[in-house]
């Protein structure tokens, strides 16, 4: 329980200018960035389609629509790098994501969240000099970023996205 709260305000080591600059793309090849979100407190989150976990989108869905509109975002990553469990393209994400839990937070093109091809925004934030050293352990990772572009929280994927401190979490960087 200490090593969780420590991380929950644990400021980073990665200065908000690099973390913001990475680009990434949206879903559907939109080039973005989290500086696209300045000002918004956003929860990073590392998504597969076919995991025990993916219920998590339902959870996910609900903490979006109830902070949406107070300056917060989820962007959900599709990775297929744990078991083969998103292994479809970006369109069937997309479509089984609305059909399936009726997502609209904002999705992006499918990344590496470990490995020699990691994304670089997961190397900022999982890497040896990154805000949280340790590999993302599987689907439904979650990192929660500030207003200010500078991580604030890591949460291990089967600590749900509604559960009592990520929701206190989110909700202190809101204020």
């Not at 329980?1 to 913001?20: E, G, H, K, N, Q």
């Not at 490995?115 to 949280?132: I, M, V």
């Not at 340790?134 to 689907?139: L, S």
Request: proline share 6%; hydrophobic share 40%; glycine share 8%.
């Amino acid at each position: 329980m200490r090593t969780l709260l420590a991380s929950l305000f644990l400021m980073a080591s990665v200065s908000a200018a690099d973390l913001t600059a990475i680009p990434f793309k949206t879903i559907t090849g939109k080039e973005t960035s989290l500086a696209d979100y300045k000002g918004k407190v956003v929860l990073v989150v590392n998504t597969a389609s076919k995991c025990g976990l993916t219920p998590q989108y339902e959870a996910l869905e609900t903490i979006y629509d109830k902070y949406r509109r107070k300056d917060f975002v989820i962007l959900g990553f599709p990775c297929n790098d744990f078991g083969n469990q998103e292994p479809g393209t970006e369109k069937e994400i997309r479509e089984f994501c609305k059909a399936s839990y009726d997502v609209s937070f904002p999705l992006m093109e499918k990344v590496h969240v470990k490995g020699a091809e990691q994304h670089p925004l997961y190397a900022a934030l999982t890497g040896e000099k990154g805000a949280f050293p340790g590999e993302v352990k599987w689907n439904f990772g979650k990192f929660l970023i500030g207003k200010d572009g500078k991580p604030i929280a890591r949460f291990e994927p089967k600590t749900t996205p509604d559960s009592p401190e990520v929701v206190e979490a989110i909700e202190k960087a809101l204020k």
